[in-house]
C-alpha cells in the first residue's frame, strides 16, 4: 500500500523565529520522578500555533499552559478530526538534554494531518519550536536516566460546525509531561496478550499507520475485555488467517528460529494498518547493522506462532513503543488456551540487548546521529 507522499516544504507555514513567548510568573513545584503516573503532571508551558483558512497560520506562541477554549460544535470533537504525537526528552549522564530522532515524529505527524485534511506545516519549522519549548521548560526534564520528559503535539480542528468537511480553522498545540519509568521496578516486566480475531485495530485503506486518537478510543472495548479475562493487553489480528499486527499500542517482534531454520527477528510490514513506530523503525536498523540473525518485515500468523510454540522454535516475543520502549510478552490467552512465552528458558537476552542499545543513545552514554541536543 502506498505511503502519504509528504512535501518538502509547506508554502504557508509558521516560522520558528517568529516565536512570541510568555512565561510564567511563579514556576510550579517538580515532582519526584519515582512516584510518576504517566500522563498526570504537566509543565509550566505549553507551545500554541493557531491557524485559519483566510488568514493562514498565525506566529507561534509559548505562553502559560492553561484550558483550551473550544466552541461546542468543534469538529475535533464530533467528527474526531484530531492527531497527535508522542516522544520524549531525555538528560543525559552529562547532563545535556537531548531528542530522539524527532524528525521521524514529525513526518509521521505530518502524513496524519494530511489524512484527516489539516493544513500542512514544515516539519522542522515545528520541530524548532518544539526544542525552544522544552527547553524553556528544561528543567522539567528529570534529573534520572529512568525519567524523561514526554511530548505530546496535538493538531485539532477547531471549526464551530456540525457539518462534516474540511475545517476551516485548526490549532496545532504542545504540552509536556514528566514520566518516570515504564516498569516500577525500573525491570523488564513481562506482560500477558489476549488474541480475539472478533476485535480489529485497523485495516487495508483506513487510519492504522496514522496517530489518530479515534484509533486509540476505538481500541478501549476490547482492551477493557482483555483485563476482564486476566490479560494486560490486546494481540491485535487480521483477516481470516489471524495475521498478526500489533499488541495493545505497542509494535510486536518475534525471535525466533523460522520454518526454513534460520534465527530471525520478525515483525509486521508496514502495509498500511501498522503505525510505523520511531522505536519500532530503530529496532530494525539497530538489528540489521548488527548482523547477527535474519531481520525481517513480513506477517506472521497466529498459526505460525503457535506451531513455533509448540516446535520450541520461539525465542523471545517483545512489543516496542517510546513509552516502554522494549516490553517483553509472557504470556498469550488464544481460544481459551495460555500459551507460554518461554522467558524462563530464554530471558529477554535481545529485548535486553535492545533495550540497553537504545537508551545508551537516549541518555548519552553513546554517541549517535539519531538524537538532537535542545540544551
Known sequence: METTKLPQTAADTFKASELDIELVQSVAEKPDVKN????????????VIQWTLAGGWERPRIQPLQNLSLHPATSALHYSVELFEGLKAYRGVDSKIRLFRPMLNMDRMLRSTIRVALPAFDRAELLECIKKLVEVDKEWVPYSTEGSLYIRPTFIGTEAS?????SSTAML?????????????????????????????????????????????????????????GCQQ??????????????????????????????????????????????????????????????????????????????????????????CVVCPVGRILYKGENLQIPVLENGHKLAKQLMDSLTDIQYGRKESDWTCQVA
Not at 510518576?36 to 507551545?47: A, K, N, S
Not at 456540525?162 to 474540511?166: E, N, R
Not at 504542545?174 to 485495530?201: C, D, H, K, Q
Request: with cysteine; net charge negative; aromatic share 12%.
Open 234 to 323: 490486546v494481540l491485535w489480528l487480521y483477516e481470516d488467517d489471524e495475521k498478526i499486527t500489533e499488541a495493545g499500542t505497542m509494535n510486536l517482534f518475534l525471535y525466533w528460529i523460522n520454518e526454513q531454520g534460520e534465527e530471525e527477528l520478525v515483525t509486521a510490514p508496514l502495509d498500511g494498518i501498522i503505525l510505523p513506530g520511531v522505536t519500532r523503525q530503530s529496532i530494525v536498523d539497530l538489528a540489521r547493522e548488527w548482523k547477527k540473525f535474519k531481520v525481517e518485515e513480513r506477517t506472521v500468523t497466529m498459526a505460525q506462532l503457535v506451531k513455533g510454540l509448540k516446535e520450541n522454535r520461539v525465542k523471545e516475543l517483545f512489543g516496542s513503543g517510546t513509552a
Open 36 to 47: 510518576l503516573t504517566f500522563g498526570t503532571v504537566f509543565t509550566d508551558h505549553m507551545l
Open 173 to 229: 498545540y504542545v504540552i509536556l509531561s514528566p514520566v518516570g519509568p515504564y516498569f516500577s521496578t525500573g525491570m523488564f516486566n513481562a506482560v500477558s496478550l489476549w488474541a480475539n480475531p472478533e476485535y480489529v485495530r485497523a485495516w487495508r485503506g483506513g487510519t492504522g499507520d496514522c496517530k489518530l486518537g479515534g484509533n486509540y478510543g476505538a481500541s478501549l472495548y476490547a482492551q477493557s475485555q482483555a483485563q476482564n479475562v
Open 162 to 166: 456540525l457539518g462534516l468537511k474540511k
